[in-house]
């Protein structure tokens, strides 16, 4: 059975490589499901919603944490009690397997906090 994504871990990019395209794109995309999207095949997003402020608040700082970690760091943008979650790898202009690794840490990390 393959490792699931988020038993993975990011590693390093150094750029110079071509952003995920094709099967190899939607593979991933269905793999980590949860209501990410790829976005014009660019970046993963996904908005998340809480019942307070303070929950996002919360959220948005465990996001922090597991990013920092993976050395990996998405866009966040919170707003009440929404937080959407915007996923690229930056040195290479569009989704790497990194994006997927993150957002499925994120997925786990928030069915078992939150």
Same mark, same amino acid.
């Given at each position: 059975?393959?490792?699931?994504?988020?038993?993975?871990?990011?590693? +390093?990019?150094? %750029?110079?490589? &071509? +952003? #995920?395209?094709?099967? =190899? #794109?939607?593979? #991933?995309?269905?793999?980590?499901?949860?209501?990410?999207?790829?976005?014009?095949? @660019?970046?993963? &997003?996904?908005? $998340?919603? $809480?019942?307070?402020?303070?929950?996002?608040?919360? !959220?948005?700082?465990?996001?922090?944490?597991?990013?920092? &970690?993976?050395? @990996? @760091?998405?866009?966040?943008?919170?707003?009440? =009690?929404?937080?959407?979650?915007?996923?690229?790898? @930056?040195?290479? %202009? %569009?989704?790497? &397997?990194?994006? !997927?690794?993150? =957002?499925?840490?994120? %997925?786990?990390?928030?069915?078992?906090? $939150?």
């Amino acid at each position: 059975m393959a490792e699931k994504l988020a038993d993975r871990q990011c590693v +390093p990019c150094a %750029g110079g490589v &071509e +952003p #995920l395209k094709g099967e =190899a #794109l939607e593979q #991933l995309e269905r793999e980590l499901g949860e209501g990410w999207r790829v976005v014009d095949g @660019h970046h993963l &997003e996904k908005e $998340f919603n $809480f019942n307070t402020y303070l929950e996002g608040v919360n !959220f948005v700082n465990e996001v922090a944490a597991i990013a920092d &970690e993976q050395e @990996h @760091h998405p866009d966040i943008y919170l707003s009440y =009690a929404k937080v959407l979650v915007t996923l690229w790898t @930056h040195k290479i %202009g %569009g989704l790497s &397997e990194n994006d !997927f690794i993150l =957002a499925a840490k994120i %997925g786990q990390s928030i069915r078992s906090a $939150f």
